[in-house]
């Protein structure tokens, strides 16, 4: 996608965010992998092609750049130039991910919403624990079923039978 910052802009706006040598979606693919969910990845058939989708779990994660989807944590610089073209084009990407979320969510899907800054190295384990935590809750709640037990007349009738 073009964009109008020049390199020395875009590099002021990621450099505070960017962790050294590993993607943020790397980072939390990997953990997941090694922590034994499997996963699809940016499938293009679902809104907004969630960055990872786990079927067994019904979420899909997105990992989310804190410029490009207008994280409120003060991490990146608004580019001083063009200032009015980029907060119009952030508010458009943010109006885009609630209906992407909302058109998931409708399907049936958990959302889950993974922000690059909280990848950075002191807060990732704390970060990927409560995702893994999250979808632990979800497994029990999808798979949570009202069990049927035998009916307790229908025992006492069989008692009822004995001599
Ligand atoms: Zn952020």
Redesign the pocket.
């Known amino acids: 996608m073009a964009d109008k910052m020049t390199p020395l802009q875009r590099h002021r706006c990621m450099s505070n965010?960017h962790s050294r040598g590993t993607k943020p979606e790397l980072i939390v693919r990997n953990w997941l992998w090694r922590h034994g969910y499997r996963y699809r990845l940016n499938v293009k058939s679902l809104p907004g092609s969630p960055d990872i989708v786990l079927r067994r779990y019904s979420s899909v994660i997105f990992i989310n750049g804190?410029f490009w989807h207008g994280?409120d944590?003060g991490?990146f610089k608004w580019p001083q130039t063009n200032a009015e073209f980029w907060r119009a084009k952030i508010e458009r990407n943010k109006t885009r991910d609630r209906r992407n979320y909302k058109a998931l969510h409708d399907m049936g899907y958990y959302v889950l919403e993974v922000?690059?800054?909280q990848l950075i190295q002191s807060k990732r384990v704390q970060t990927l624990q409560a995702l893994d935590r999250r979808l632990s809750q979800i497994l029990l709640e999808i798979n949570h079923r009202p069990i049927e037990y035998c009916s307790s007349t229908e025992i006492g009738t069989a008692l009822a039978a004995e001599p």
Do not use: L
Request: hydrophobic fraction near 25%; glycine fraction near 0%; include cysteine.
């Open positions: 965010i804190c994280h944590c991490k922000w690059e800054c």
